[in-house]
C-alpha cells in the first residue's frame, strides 16, 4: 500500500522539490551575501550594549539596501499554498481517470486505501513544509535579528505558521477534488480559496487574535521598549490619555504626514502632544504562531476528513 | 448437493438522483459458471456489476457474493474478486512490471510466477510503459492483474469492447484458457452477442435497469421456439406458454415463444432458434411495450 502510494505520489512529490530547489538556489548565494554584508558592517556589534547612534543609520542602510530583495522573498509566502495543492493531485487524479476501480478492487479495503493515500500526502506535506520553513529562516536571520519578525512578510514564514497554511491548502484541495473529480479546476479553486483566506487572516483576522497593547509615550525620550520589533498596526498623535489628536496643519510641520524630524519633539513637547501606538509586541510572536498554526491545521485536518469521509460514503 | 451461489442478488436497485440503474434485479449465479450479462448500452449492466465487487451501495434489497456482502464485508469478499472494470484503467504512466508489483503489493494471494509467465507468453513488455501500450495490450494486463490475483469470481464489465476482432478473439480464448486452468467463476458484460456465445454457459439479460431473463443457456435455448402460421389470434397460444414477441404479416403471424412443455397446436410450424435470435426478441420486446425507452435510449 505504501509503495503503490508512493509511486503515485512521486511525480508531484519530484516537482516539489524542484520547486524548492530552484527556490533553494535563489536563496543561498542571497542569503550568503547578506549575511557577509552584515557581518562587513558590524552590525552584530550594534545590536550589543555598545551601539551607538551611528548604528541607526546603519542599520537603516542594510535594512534599505534588502528591501526590494527582501519585498521579493515575500512572494514565497505562495509557495505553502501551490505545494499543497500539488501534493493533492495524486488523490483526485486516481477519480478523474477512474483508476480507484482498479485500486478499491485489490484486496486492500477502501478505508485504508484512503488513509495510506491522505497519510502519504500529509507526510509530503510537512516534509516540504519543513524545508521551505528551515530554508526561509535562515535566509531572514539576519534582517530578523534587526527588525525582528512579526511583520507580515516575515512572520509568514518564520516559525511554524508554514506547516499550518500547507497542510490547509492539502486539505482544502483534496475536499474540492473528492467532491469534484476534476484535477485542474479542483487544483485551481483550491488553491484562489487558500488565497482568499491567508489574505483574510493577514489583514484582519491575525491581529484579532489576541487583543493588541497600546502604550503612549512622549515624544522626547526614545520609543518605548515594548515596540521594539512589535507589529505596530497603528501609531498617532494623542493627547496624554491616548486619545487622537488632529494636529494643525502649521504646527510641528506637520500636515496629514507626520514626518520624525529632529525638531518634532521638542514642538510635541511645546504643544503637549504625544505618540500613541496600537501595537503586538513582539513577545507575542510563539503565541500568536501557534493560535494561527492550529487554526489552519485544524481545518486542514477537518477538510482532510471530509474528502476522507465524502470519498469512502458518497463514490 | 447445495452450493453457495458465487453471487446472489434480491431485488437489488440502485438510484443516482430519481433515476433508477437498476431495479428489482434478482438472479443467483452458480459457482463455476461462465455468465454473460448482455444488455444494450444504459440496461444498467454496470451498475450491477460495480455493486457486485463493492465499488457502488445499494440503494434497494441486497447483494451477496458467496454468502458475504461486499460492501460491509469488503475485506471478505475483496481478495476473493478479481474484476476488470470498463476500459480497463490502469496506472498510464506505470511500466508492467511496476503495475504487476502494485498487484503484488496489494494482494496477498497473489501468484507471481503465474503473472510473469503470463506476460511472457503474451510477450508484453515488462519495462514498457502502460500508457504506450496498445488497447489489446493493455486489456491483458489488466486480465492479468486480475487473475494473479488468484480470485474465484472473475467479473468483467466490457472487456472487448474497446478491442479490435483479432485482439478480442485473443483476449477471450486467453479468458477461457484461464477457466480450464483455474475453474473460476466468471461473469463479463457486453453489448455484443456473438463474442459472448463461445464462451458463456449462463446468460442474464438485462434491459430498462430490469431482469430480463436468466438462466443456463442451454436450457434457454431448449425452451424458446419460433412458431409460424396463419394469420391468428395469439391469446390461445399465451394462456399455456409465454409469448415473447409476436410479429404479424397480412396472411402469417409468428410467434417467439418461451415454451411451456410442448406445444401441441398443429396449425404452428415448430422452429428452432439460436442464442441471438432470443436475446435480440427480448431485448425488442422492451423497446415495443415501453413508449419511454425512444426517448431515454
Known sequence: MIWVSWRRQRTEALIAAAVLL?????????????A?????????????????????????????????????????????????????????????????????????TRGRWIAGKLGLAVACALVAALILTLLLTWWHAPLVR??????????????????????FALGLATAVGAVWRRGVPAIVAGFAAYFAVRLFVDTWLRQRLMPPLTATWHLMVP???????????????????GHHVLIPANECGAGRALKRTPGLGDCFARHGYFMHAVYEP???????????????????????AFAAWWTYRRV | MITTPAISTDRLG???????????????????????????????????LQLVVGLGRATAGSVEVFGCDPQRDAGAVLPRVGFVAQEHPLYSGFTVAEMLKVGRKLNPGWDDAFALQRVQELSLPLGGKI??????????????????????LLVLDEPVASLDPLARREFLSSLMEAVTETGVTIVLSSHILADLERVCDHLVILSRARTQLAGPIDEIVAEHRLLTGPRADV??????????????????????????GHVYDASWELHEVDLEEIVLAYLAQNRAEDPTLAMSA
Not at chain 1, 534587526?146 to 497542510?167: H, K
Not at chain 2, 500508457?131 to 474465484?152: I, M
Open chain 1, 22 to 34: 530552484a527556490l533553494a538556489a535563489f536563496l543561498v548565494p542571497t542569503g550568503l551575501h547578506m
Open chain 1, 36 to 108: 557577509s554584508v552584515y557581518h562587513h558592517d558590524g552590525l552584530s556589534t550594534c545590536l550589543g550594549p555598545a551601539g551607538g547612534a551611528s548604528c541607526d543609520d546603519t542599520i537603516q542602510s542594510f535594512t534599505d539596501r534588502f528591501s526590494s530583495l527582501n519585498n521579493l522573498i515575500a512572494w514565497t509566502t505562495l509557495l505553502p499554498g501551490l505545494l499543497g495543492v500539488l501534493l493533492a493531485a495524486p488523490f483526485m487524479l486516481e477519480f478523474e481517470h477512474g483508476t480507484h476501480r482498479l485500486a478499491w478492487t485489490q484486496s486492500v
Open chain 1, 146 to 167: 534587526l527588525n525582528g519578525r512579526m511583520d507580515n512578510g516575515v512572520y509568514d514564514s518564520e516559525g511554524i505558521v508554514i506547516f499550518g497554511y500547507t497542510l
Open chain 1, 223 to 241: 520609543d518605548p521598549r515594548a515596540l521594539r520589533h512589535a507589529l505596530v498596526l497603528d501609531e498617532y498623535p494623542a493627547d496624554a490619555h
Open chain 1, 282 to 304: 513582539a513577545s507575542r510572536f510563539w503565541a500568536l504562531q501557534g493560535i494561527e498554526t492550529a487554526l489552519f491545521a485544524a481545518g486542514g485536518g477537518i477538510l482532510l
Open chain 2, 14 to 48: 440502485k438510484r443516482y438522483g430519481s433515476a433508477w440503474a437498476l431495479r428489482d434485479c434478482t438472479l443467483a449465479v452458480p459457482a463455476g459458471s461462465v455468465t454473460a450479462l448482455v444488455g444494450p448500452n444504459g440496461a444498467g449492466k454496470t451498475t450491477l
Open chain 2, 131 to 152: 500508457g504506450k501500450l496498445s488497447g489489446g495490450q493493455q486489456a491483458q494486463v489488466a486480465l492479468t492483474l486480475a487473475l494473479a490475483k488468484r480470485p474465484e
Open chain 2, 235 to 260: 391469446a390461445e397460444i399465451a394462456r399455456r406458454h409465454e409469448v415473447v414477441t409476436a410479429r404479424h404479416s397480412e396472411r402469417q403471424t409468428s410467434l417467439l415463444v418461451r415454451s411451456n
